[in-house]
């Protein structure tokens, strides 16, 4: 058995984030970019959204790309501000499997602005599922 060494890029936005500068970016045009900047994979992980994931999937699909679907969730608790934890989830995941997850974490709108009222070790058993 031997190891292969595989790139990937596991904090990835999308349109759906509100960070996102430019929102006419296409699904398509985020793999096409991966891919040639030579990535094996990518986590999409918006920012309390799951609204991209897939479109994203569908467009790797079509080329033979892996896409990890993923959500980067806003926590409070912080002096500073919120705490940001990245849950990924397995390739077959879908966004209605992450929606579901959103829904445990009480995260109803979309964006920075929205915050689950749970703890940031909650947030993790919960990813865990």
């Given at each position: 058995?031997?190891?292969?060494?595989?790139?990937?890029d596991?904090?990835?936005?999308s349109?759906?984030?509100?960070?996102?500068a430019?929102?006419?970016?296409t699904?398509?045009?985020i793999?096409?970019?991966?891919?040639?900047?030579?990535?094996?994979?990518?986590?999409?992980?918006?920012?309390?959204?799951v609204?991209?994931?897939?479109?994203?999937?569908?467009?790797a699909?079509?080329?033979?790309?892996?896409?990890?679907?993923?959500?980067?969730?806003?926590c409070?608790?912080?002096?500073?501000g919120?705490?940001?934890?990245?849950?990924?989830f397995?390739?077959?995941?879908?966004?209605?499997?992450?929606?579901?997850?959103?829904?445990?974490l009480?995260?109803?709108?979309?964006?920075?602005?929205?915050?689950?009222?749970?703890?940031?070790?909650?947030?993790?058993?919960?990813?865990?599922?």
């Amino acid at each position: 058995m031997s190891l292969k060494l595989r790139k990937l890029d596991l904090h990835v936005h999308s349109p759906a984030s509100h960070d996102f500068a430019d929102k006419k970016v296409t699904a398509e045009q985020i793999v096409e970019h991966a891919q040639n900047v030579g990535l094996d994979a990518i986590a999409i992980t918006d920012h309390n959204s799951v609204d991209f994931i897939d479109s994203v999937k569908e467009a790797a699909k079509k080329k033979g790309f892996v896409v990890f679907p993923g959500v980067e969730i806003s926590c409070g608790g912080s002096k500073n501000g919120s705490i940001h934890v990245i849950g990924l989830f397995d390739p077959s995941k879908t966004k209605d499997d992450l929606q579901k997850v959103l829904g445990q974490l009480g995260i109803k709108g979309v964006g920075e602005d929205s915050l689950t009222p749970k703890s940031v070790s909650d947030v993790i058993d919960i990813i865990r599922g």
